[in-house]
């Protein structure tokens, strides 16, 4: 059984002479084969950082990243957010397919990688420009497979996509990773569909992973406010059920702090103590937060956040 282990890892990104930006802070975790491991955090929490880093497009500022294999860039692809500007429009999809089969000295064609995502072998004469959107991410799909990788990384992958085709390439990636045993890692803001394809969750917070968990366990009981606040932004479950909805508390504003706690600011449960050290609650479910779940229960049943 494959797996991916990744041991303290950290980014720091220098911004000019005196400034840096801490864009991933600490963070380990494990990626095993058969299973969809969601990374999930707002915009520029640093999710796309840690699959980059895992790529080697990013070398890390500190911190391991281990894998038993012999040839590292043939056994960890990635597939990009953007289809269109990840293949070469000069170029034909036959010729993008062949390329890594060639490199990677892999047997197999194009057009078999085509039919493996479900696409004509008719398509390996055409351009990048003659295809759909979706299109071209299943061809994004199929050249990442070519090289047979143990792991892959899908950086928001239908962020991008219409829709209506969204829920068919994230079908496809599942149906993919069972087929090749791979360990995948689902980089997404999207919580409803983490839960859906992701065995675990990892809910990152400006570098660092506040909350980690099976998928149900985080998206219904989350422990981290943060969670809950990502959870409020996804499909409201209770649209149907005005009377039955739970108060929603109020949240603070104010400028990201440093040190302690890095979203005491917008946290409507936030007290002194979230200022100093952060304890990791928990066993299979583990909250980075001050409060322990009972604490955090009885502030909401009561609602007086401090």
């Given at each position: ?9 950290s980014k720091t990104f220098k911004l000019n002479r005196k400034e840096r930006l801490r864009a ?283």
């Open positions: 059984m494959t797996s991916m282990t990744v041991s303290h890892l991933v802070d600490d963070v380990s975790f494990e990626l095993r084969s058969g299973e969809t491991t969601a990374l999930v955090g707002e915009s520029g929490s640093g999710k796309s950082t840690i699959a980059r880093m895992l790529a080697r497009l990013v070398t890390p500022t500190s911190g391991e990243i281990l894998l038993e294999t012999s040839n590292y860039r043939k056994d960890v692809q990635m597939v990009f957010q953007d289809p269109f500007a990840s293949l070469n429009p000069a170029h034909t999809i036959g010729y993008h397919l062949r390329r890594p089969l060639e490199i990677h000295k892999t047997p197999g064609t194009a057009e078999e990688l085509l039919e493996r995502v479900n696409l004509p072998a008719a398509f390996a004469g055409r351009y990048p420009h003659e295809l759909s959107g979706g299109q071209r991410q299943r061809v994004a799909i199929a050249r990442a497979l070519a090289p047979r990788p143990k792991v892959l990384l899908a950086d928001e992958p239908v962020s991008m996509l219409d829709v209506s085709i969204r829920l068919e390439i994230l079908n496809l990636i599942d149906r993919l990773k069972s087929e090749e045993d791979l360990a995948v890692l689902y980089v997404t803001h999207d919580l409803a569909t983490a839960r859906h394809f992701a065995r675990d969750i990892m809910v990152m917070y400006r570098g660092q992973i506040v909350e980690r968990g099976p998928a149900d366990d985080v998206i219904l009981t989350p422990g981290h406010p943060y969670t809950r606040l990502l959870a409020e932004a996804a499909p409201d479950p209770w649209a149907a059920h005005e009377g039955e909805r739970p108060p929603r508390q109020e949240r603070r504003n104010g400028p990201p702090l440093a040190g302690g706690c890095l979203f005491r600011n917008r946290c409507p449960y936030a007290t002194d103590a979230c200022a100093g050290d952060i304890p990791v609650y928990g066993e299979k479910h583990l909250v980075r937060c001050v409060l322990r779940a009972s604490d955090r229960t009885a502030m909401e049943r009561d609602g007086t956040p401090s």
